[in-house]
């Protein structure tokens, strides 16, 4: 797989941290396609991009902001399509680990998260 697959991937991302950072619960869930099932641990399951934009939403609105990631790791999908990131995450408020977020090019060209697992692991 082309490196130039693995940059886009790693711009999706960091347009997520971006738009969580700056409140924009409208700009995480465009990082989504449409269909996208989203598994929040210990909140449950969230499907298509409007539920996950409610999600993003319901936490920002709690005060959780300032999101960074920690000992990323990029792997090749298994099928050949994107890339898989795993990683430990920080907030103001919580902290936890990506389990599992697979990253794909869109029809527009732009990484979006086919799927995403993640763990909140507590609070600080």
């Given amino acids: 797989m082309s490196q ?4 886009i991937c790693k ?5 997520w941290q971006q738009a969580f950072n700056s409140q924009n619960a ?22 298509g991009r409007n539920e996950i934009q409610g999600f993003w ?12 990631y920690t000992e990323v790791e990029w792997t090749p999908a298994e099928n050949g399509e994107g890339y898989i990131l795993t990683s430990k995450w920080t907030m ?6 990506v389990h599992r977020e ?11 998260l ?6 909140v692991q507590g609070e600080r």
Wanted: hydrophobic content about 35%; proline content about 2%; aromatic content about 10%.
């Fill in 92 to 97: 103001n408020k919580a902290f936890g680990v």
């Fill in 11 to 15: 711009q999706g991302i960091a347009g």
């Fill in 57 to 68: 939403q319901n936490i920002i609105d709690q005060g959780f902001k300032d999101v960074d």
């Fill in 4 to 7: 130039d697959v693995l940059e």
């Fill in 26 to 47: 409208a700009g995480c869930a465009e990082k989504y396609l449409e269909d996208t099932v989203m598994e929040a641990r210990p909140f449950g399951t969230f499907k």
């Fill in 114 to 119: 086919k799927s995403d697992d993640f763990e």
């Fill in 102 to 112: 697979h990253w794909v090019i869109d029809t527009d060209g732009k990484a979006r």
